[in-house]
Nanobody, 122 residues
Framework: QLQASGGGLVQAGGSLRLSCATS????????ISWFRQAPGKEREGVSC???????KYADSAQGRFTISRDNAKNTVYLQMNSLKPEDTAVYYC??????????????????WGEGTLVTVSS
């Protein structure tokens, strides 16, 4: 099970930190990804982190967002800075079991969490 939290309303230029708390599976066997879906748009991958903390970012997130994981707390974080109105979306976290310590991606996810809404006002 995954549960995303930390969304809210923020002004453009502000920051939010999303959390993805996991339970019921071996967290250290999974790569974790963040996705988002804006109204009227398809879901897109935002960032992901491998089992040994290799990270990837979508172009839209590069330089503004930072993903991290705390294996002791079974939690992944997404620090979002310099937020823009176009970042407004429901953000989801998802996990994929992988034997690779360096893999993370946006396909074939095994578990999905409920989303958290991020609204960025102009």
């Amino acid at each position: 099970q995954l549960q995303a939290s930390g969304g809210g309303l923020v002004q453009a230029g502000g920051s939010l930190r999303l959390s993805c708390a996991t339970s019921g599976f071996r967290f250290d066997s999974f790569a974790i990804s963040w996705f988002r879906q804006a109204p009227g748009k398809e879901r897109e991958g935002v960032s992901c982190i491998s089992k040994n903390a290799v990270t990837k970012y979508a172009d839209s997130a590069q330089g503004r967002f930072t993903i991290s994981r705390d294996n002791a707390k079974n939690t992944v974080y997404l620090q979002m800075n310099s937020l823009k109105p176009e970042d407004t979306a429901v953000y989801y976290c998802a996990g994929v079991r992988t034997p690779s310590s360096r893999y993370c991606g946006f396909n074939g996810m095994d578990y999905w969490g409920e989303g958290t809404l991020v609204t960025v006002s102009s």
